[in-house]
Antibody, heavy 117, light 110 residues
Framework: QVQLQESGPGLVKPSGTLSLTCAVS?????????WGWVRQPPGVGLEWIGQ???????NYNPSLKSRLTISVDKSKNQFSLKLSSVTAADTAVYYC??????????WGQGTLVTVSS | QSALTQPASVSGSPGQSITISCTGT?????????VSWYQQHPGKAPKLMIY???NRPSGVSNRFSGSKSGNTASLTISGLQAEDEADYYC??????????FGGGTKLTVL
């Protein structure tokens, strides 16, 4: 059973960089899967952020691409998200998930990140 | 990329059937059979209910079914139960090798 766990600061200052890590257990980031990030602002719907393959190939949401970096660390079996120049609009619950083949079949529990001074 | 269009809310009585629509374009829903549906209860992570338009993951009730016609996909829940009350989101692969979600539909079981 694949399990994913997000971790990172719950509070980020405006104009700062939001950094999150997703630890994978019960599976390997080196497997034939993409690994993705999805966020959900309070009371709002889901927004796809981007995803990465173990080779380092990435696909990003065009609206976030200029501020976004997703990376993978095969030695630690985890992948990470960095979003720069954050504003209050980036306040959301951030989920990591596994792409099981054109669908997200395993999800982390989510972590709330608040952008505030 | 624009979000897929879903009704904001639907409702039904226990035992009834409901259908949630998800409308996109030929660059996403209409162009690929990679439409998924997710169920989300309050405070919980989304759960995959349907993938590749009409396939159910192991463990998902056969009361949930999916279909697609042109640029519109649909999720049907038959024999509504109280525990089906949740938010439902569709998602589609796009021609830009990205993913897009619908705005979500709140299902109320009366």
């Amino acid at each position: 059973q694949v399990q994913l766990q997000e971790s990172g600061p719950g509070l980020v200052k405006p104009s700062g960089t939001l950094s999150l890590t997703c630890a994978v257990s019960g599976g390997s980031v080196s497997s034939s899967n993409w690994w993705g990030w999805v966020r959900q602002p309070p009371g709002v719907g889901l927004e796809w952020i981007g995803q990465i393959y173990h080779s380092g190939s990435t696909n990003y949401n065009p609206s976030l691409k200029s501020r976004l970096t997703i990376s993978v660390d095969k030695s630690k079996n985890q992948f990470s998200l960095k979003l720069s120049s954050v504003t209050a609009a980036d306040t959301a619950v951030y989920y990591c998930a596994r792409d099981g083949g054109y669908n997200y079949d395993y999800w982390g529990q989510g972590t709330l990140v608040t952008v505030s001074s | 990329q624009s979000a897929l269009t879903q009704p904001a809310s639907v409702s039904g009585s226990p035992g009834q059937s409901i259908t949630i629509s998800c409308t996109g374009t030929s660059s996403d829903v209409g162009g690929y059979n990679y439409v998924s549906w997710y169920q989300q209860h309050p405070g919980k992570a989304p759960k995959l209910m349907i993938y590749e338009v009409s396939n159910r993951p192991s463990g998902v009730s056969n009361r949930f079914s999916g279909s697609k016609s042109g640029n519109t996909a649909s999720l049907t829940i038959s024999g509504l139960q109280a525990e089906d009350e949740a938010d439902y989101y569709c998602s589609s692969y796009t021609s830009s090798s990205t993913w897009v979600f619908g705005g979500g539909t709140k299902l109320t079981v009366l």
